[in-house]
């Protein structure tokens, strides 16, 4: 796979040349969750499993017989993929105390590369939500809130007041996996996407966030939000690494039907120098209402990038983007419906005391293992799909979708080759202005730059650009043609170079000894 | 008193003959043990997703093609939602928009007045032919206050043939469904049994006056039998009949059969109407079956169902198998509607044929009057029957050469129903049952009789 660019420090390239074990490596990680354990990124944390997975690592490295560059490579995955053996609780009630006899497609693919899993992530419950603060097990923490950019910029409104009450969040709902890449606990995790879930938090906390095209790679084992839209999110700190984890989860997969038959052959990304054949496309209605001028402006800032380089630039339409958020909030609640109908205490998950007949058992266990989130997404879900309404809301919202995503089609064959976006309004808010609005409210707000890309399927990625007056992360989001992610992120890569993206300063990882940790205080693996 | 006019449609539910489920690969086997076959899929298990399995795809598009449907070469799968026991994902998986056959028909035959000398053919179109899953099964533990559920059949493959309300009466549904029940035995798109519940009616009935609209329809499941589906359906009718003419009203709503009580009683549902909440099963894409024109050069035909390919392969059907047996044999229509309605009684009708100089028209005779009945007094099948074809071929030999008489014969068959493995020329000897070929021993014999009986024979004589 990709061990190219001996100048970058690379983890792969290490510990082909014993330099650091996949054991240390696993260790330091296992210890570096410790210490920042009030991130409350990681659900649950399999210790003993991962260091049975990073001894088999290091006997293949001495018999010099790796499976690839994610051998020894320790990774997190969000906790809405099966994990045989391993808690998967989707942050419910619901499925506290759940182990899945199976492996999600994803996650058997990474084992049998070698990867080392080292525990399962932090979400908002059933992957509802835009900031990871919705699950049982509390909201994650963004790890840019204690780092020295933050504090440098923050200032205390009084002095008693306490200084953890001013962390941010980390966006989501795909929170605990973003910020477990950010703060350098694994190399690369799993995320999920829907309306944005994996781009969103990979955004606020300063990491890259991929959304593959739709039928790339496989759903199998993921816990379904929404069928038609929800695909696996890669999470890396830089855009190589990125590509490596996708050249080793895409491709067909029998066991789901919505996967391409195609080949899919892995790539290398090339280093683009010539951009001059580029033509970037810059959608007016992303300038969306809320936007903060300082993205504005660092957006306007990346187009010009890309003009004084030589590539061209210019203004394109897609008029239904401001339909999207209610289109995707109609069909999203139909198929969460539709969903989650499956759980009723009786075949596993929770069930409740209550027994006096089946139909009272299954509702007290619905109300007591689903958050009020998930209860009203399944209420208007069934709403919408009642008979009378079918066609004025499902209906029609899938033939808006069509629209949407007709306006993609159209754009990208007028021979623009790639979408540059913002991907948040802002930059992270403090946890205790965010819960000031309900779920569905943020939802709505936050899910706006993201979601049109879920509904027309195609592929995109956050790219760490700045940080923002507050000294918190901003990102911007590139969207490519489907199953073009070749292109897209060789674009992304570029821009990755030309920005120069700080490495977060966090004082538990500079604790850790220094000497181990170079490893993964530089960005990448690959 | 004006005259009803009863209008019966049938929904048929015949489970696919297959290897594994609709869409999942756990076995498909009738009394295993309690969920023993119950895949990750079939147990709703989070994450999993369905994969549609070829050979349900191909039963359907067969038993569609020998029902004169036309086959939809798109067709879409959709989710029909409610909670029950025995559904695990809180839906089934079905096909309510777009089906893969439509517009078909079946033919039947009647007898007029129970004389099997006088048929008459009739049709009933077929709406539709829909796949879809099966459900689990749940058992009512009253005493214990509990239910039980096995998920065995959770998934298992299903075609529910839909009619049109083209019948009248029980006896034709009756009719109907055995003709169709041959037609999927024969196809092996489903083994149809209606014991092992391979093959499930439900019948939708109402009575209106001529010239009027269609009555308010009532739904009669719990039907395990073809001879219970007509008795219900004949007494539905006539609850209706009664029940309007006495000034009431029927209630559209769902009525089991009692077969001990031989009527229909009232499912009372206190949840009123269901709203299914179809939705579109996004995890499936659109079924795309091809023909012979529109195949595509470079598919693998590993990948792709062709129908022209499966049409070529059909099986002759009842109708075609009759009328063949008709020709070949010369015997009347009627008689190979019995054949054919006896499991395994053609063939065994044809290993006596092919044994046997004996006109096929004198052995259809042997095989409906006297194999048969012995087979229905001792509820025996065909495959039961002590007497084998080569066994019943042998004993037509000795009659047909005249070696024994055709009452000898007949006593000899008797004996062979023993079961006692010997063979008719022993059971002859035996029992000295040949018939005289010296001419001088007969007339001796004669000459004794007379003599005996000289008074007799005197009057006899003199008229």
């Known amino acids: 796979a990709a061990l190219t660019g001996a100048l970058r420090f690379q983890v792969s390239a290490a510990l082909k040349e014993g330099r650091v074990t996949p054991t240390e490596l696993c260790q330091k990680c296992l210890s570096l969750i410790k210490s920042t354990k009030f991130l409350n990124a990681y659900i649950t944390v399999a210790e003993e499993t991962a260091l049975k997975q990073a001894e088999e690592s290091e006997k293949r490295y001495r018999r010099g017989q790796p499976l690839g560059a994610l051998d020894g490579i320790p990774v997190a995955v969000k906790d809405n993929f099966n994990t045989a053996g391993i808690e998967t609780t989707c942050a419910s009630n619901m499925l506290k105390g759940y182990i899945s006899p199976y492996n999600a497609t994803v996650v058997q693919k990474l084992l049998d590369q070698g990867a080392v899993l080292l525990g399962k992530t932090n979400l908002d419950e059933f992957a509802m939500g835009s900031g990871s603060t919705d699950g049982v097990f509390g909201p994650v923490r963004n790890p840019w809130s204690y780092s020295r950019q933050y504090k440098e910029k923050s200032v205390p409104k009084s002095h008693s007041e306490d200084k953890e009450s001013n962390w941010v969040i980390t966006g989501g709902s795909s929170g605990g996996s973003a910020a477990a890449v950010s703060s350098f606990t694994c190399f690369a995790a799993l995320g999920s996407d829907t309306g944005g879930s994996t781009r969103n938090p990979a955004a606020h906390c300063g990491v890259v966030g991929l959304k593959p095209t739709y039928g790339l790679i496989s759903r199998h084992g993921l816990i379904p939000l929404v069928n038609s839209m929800d695909v696996p999110g890669i999470l890396t700190r830089c855009v190589d690494d990125a590509a490596v984890v996708l050249g080793s989860l895409a491709g067909h997969d029998p066991k789901d039907s919505t996967t391409i038959q195609d080949d899919f052959k892995p790539f290398e990304l090339p280093d683009l120098t010539d951009v001059s054949k580029l033509s970037i496309g810059i959608p007016k209605e992303y300038h969306a209402p809320g936007l903060s001028s300082e993205i504005l402006a660092l957006w306007s800032k990346a187009a010009d990038l890309f003009k004084n380089a030589g590539a061209k630039v210019i203004e394109v339409s897609l008029p239904h983007t401001c339909y999207s958020i209610v289109c995707y909030h109609v069909l999203c609640a139909a198929e969460v419906a539709s969903n989650m109908a499956r759980f009723d205490g009786l075949e596993y998950g929770h069930r409740s005391g209550m027994n006096k007949s089946t139909e009272s058992m299954y509702a007290a266990t619905r109300r007591e293992g689903f958050n009020d989130v998930v209860r009203g997404r399944i209420l208007s879900g069934n709403y919408f799909l009642l008979k009378q309404n079918y066609d004025n809301y499902f209906v029609k919202a899938q033939k808006v979708r069509r629209l949407i995503a007709n306006d993609f089609v159209k754009v990208f064959r007028s021979g623009v080759d790639i979408l540059l976006t913002p991907t948040t309004l802002s930059d992270a808010v403090p946890y205790m202005e965010f819960i000031k609005e309900d779920n569905r409210t943020r939802s709505a707000q936050d899910d706006i730059l993201t979601q049109a890309a879920n509904m027309a399927g195609l592929p995109a990625v956050n790219v760490p650009t700045a940080l923002s007056e507050r000294g918190l992360p901003v990102g911007l989001q590139f969207i490519g043609r489907s199953f073009q992610e070749k292109q897209l992120l060789t674009v992304a890569k570029w821009f990755e170079k030309q920005v120069k993206f700080p490495m977060i300063q966090l004082e538990e990882v500079k604790r850790h000894d220094h000497r181990g940790f170079q490893h993964q205080k530089s960005a990448s693996f690959s | ?463």
């Open chain 2, 1 to 463: 008193l004006a005259p009803w006019v009863p209008v019966v449609g049938l929904e048929i539910h015949a489970q696919i003959s297959s290897n594994s489920k609709l869409f999942s690969g756990s076995q498909v086997q009738f009394a295993a043990p309690p969920n023993s076959l119950v895949s990750f899929f079939d147990a709703s298990l989070p994450g999993t997703l369905p994969v549609l399995n070829r050979r349900c795809v191909e039963a359907a598009v067969m038993t569609g093609l020998a029902l004169n449907c036309s086959i939809n070469k798109k067709s879409l799968f959709d989710r029909k939602h409610y909670f029950y026991a025995d559904l695990p994902a809180g839906y089934q998986i079905t096909q309510q928009r777009v089906p893969i056959a439509v517009n078909g028909s079946l033919s039947y035959s009647l007898c007029i007045d129970n004389k099997l000398s006088q048929m008459v053919t009739k049709t009933v179109r077929i709406k539709q032919i829909q796949l879809e899953q099966d459900s689990g099964k749940s058992l009512h533990d009253d005493t214990r206050s509990q239910t039980l559920v096995d998920l065995n059949r959770a998934g298992v493959g299903l075609m529910e043939v839909v009619m049109e309300p083209d019948l009248c009466c029980g006896e034709e549904a009756a009719a109907a469904v055995r003709e169709l029940q041959l037609i999927l035995q024969t196809l092996g798109s489903s083994q149809a049994v209606m014991a092992e519940g391979q093959l499930r009616v439900d019948a939708n009935v109402s009575v209106h006056h001529p010239g009027e609209p269609y009555g308010v329809r009532t739904e009669v499941k719990n039907i395990n039998s073809i001879r219970f589906l007509a008795k219900a359906v004949d007494y539905e009718i006539q609850r209706q009949i009664e029940e309007l003419e006495n000034g009431g009203t029927i209630l559209n709503e769902t009525r089991a059969f009692d077969s001990k009580l031989g009527c229909t009683v009232s499912m009372r549902d206190k949840e009123g109407k269901q709203d299914y909440r179809f939705m579109p099963e996004p995890n499936l894409p659109p079924l795309i079956l091809y023909d012979a024109k529109s195949l595509p050069a470079n598919m693998n035909h590993q990948q792709v169902v062709n129908i022209d390919w499966i049409h070529e392969r059909l099986p002759d059907l009842p109708s075609v198998k009759r009328a063949k047996l008709v020709e070949q044999y010369g015997i009347l229509p009627e008689h190979s509607f019995t054949l054919l309605n006896e499991d395994g009684l053609t063939e065994f009708f044809e290993n006596v044929v092919q044994r046997t100089p004996m006109k096929p028209q004198k052995v259809i005779g042997w095989i409906l009057k006297d194999l048969l009945s012995y087979l229905k007094q001792h509820s025996l099948t065909v495959k039961e029957s002590p007497v084998s074809s080569s066994l019943l071929a042998d004993l037509l030999n000795l009659l047909e050469k005249k070696e024994i008489s055709s009452t000898a014969a007949k006593q000899v068959l008797a004996e062979l129903w023993k079961g006692e493995g010997k063979t008719p020329l022993e059971i002859v000897t035996e029992k000295k049952l040949e018939l005289m070929q010296d001419q001088k021993e007969l007339e001796e014999i004669c000459q004794a009789v007379i003599d005996g009986q000289e008074n007799e024979v005197i009057m006899m004589v003199l008229g």
